[in-house]
């Protein structure tokens, strides 16, 4: 079961622009986690969101939770080659099953 | 502060064996979690321990298993390998507890290739 729907699948912009990747779910969670991940390395933690609203910012990257914490999205400003990789969403589904649930992935190129 | 690790880093077995995964999470978590991930894919979820006994299991079939240690490190094992099985497998560490803000965070992984 897919609970985690991310969008796009593949992305492949040129150095500076703008870019939204999503992370969509009928289902509430009580965290969300972005990872991002480099071709055979285990996902590294960017950030973690809670509270239903939430923003946060790590420098050119903008993380927002949902007001109902069953979706969320990740904007980058003036995407920059070292951006390149995997981006996946992961929802803890304390209530529902009590894992962790991962998204499709983002697979992110910024060309130079 | 030592994060997660895992061993070994790749692994090359032929079908019909056996393999076995280490983990070791990061310091002062207490649970741990297997996930499978397929080249390009998300992970997918094996099982999760905490306190020396599986809690969830994904839908991974019985030739998987695992097992805690009273250290919190963990083992996965697979048996009867298939060519199926090839992937990246992913150890992720969390620390429990109700009312709190659980967060994974992953080893590098191990990279098996059953020929």
């Known amino acids: 079961t897919q609970l985690l729907e991310q969008s796009p699948q593949f992305l492949s912009i040129q150095e500076g622009e703008n870019l939204t990747v999503y992370c969509n779910s009928s289902?509430?969670?009580?965290?969300l986690q972005w990872y991002r991940q480099e071709p055979g390395e285990g996902p590294v933690l960017l950030v973690t969101?809670?509270?239903?609203?939430e923003v946060k910012k790590l420098k050119r990257l903008t993380f927002q939770f949902g007001d109902a914490r069953k979706d969320s999205s990740l904007h980058i400003t003036a995407a920059q080659p070292g951006d390149t990789g995997l981006y996946l969403c992961a929802g803890d589904g304390r209530r529902a099953g009590n894992q962790f649930y991962f998204g499709t992935g983002t697979s992110l190129t910024v060309i130079p | 502060d030592a994060g997660v690790t895992q061993s070994p880093t790749h692994l090359i077995k032929t079908r019909g064996q056996q393999v076995t995964l280490r983990c070791s999470p990061k310091?002062?978590?207490?649970?741990v979690s297997w996930y499978q991930q397929a080249l390009g894919q998300g992970p997918q979820f094996i099982f999760q321990y905490y306190e020396e006994e599986e809690r969830q299991r994904g839908n991974f079939p019985d030739r998987f298993s695992g097992h805690q240690f009273p250290n919190y490190s963990s083992e996965l094992n697979v048996n009867a390998l298939l060519l199926g099985d090839s992937a990246l497998y992913l150890c992720a560490s969390s620390l429990s507890g109700r009312g709190s803000v659980r967060t994974q965070y992953f080893g590098p992984g191990t990279r098996l290739l059953v020929l």
């Open positions: 289902s509430v969670f009580s965290s």
């Open positions: 969101v809670v509270t239903g609203g």
């Open positions: 310091s002062g978590h207490d649970t």
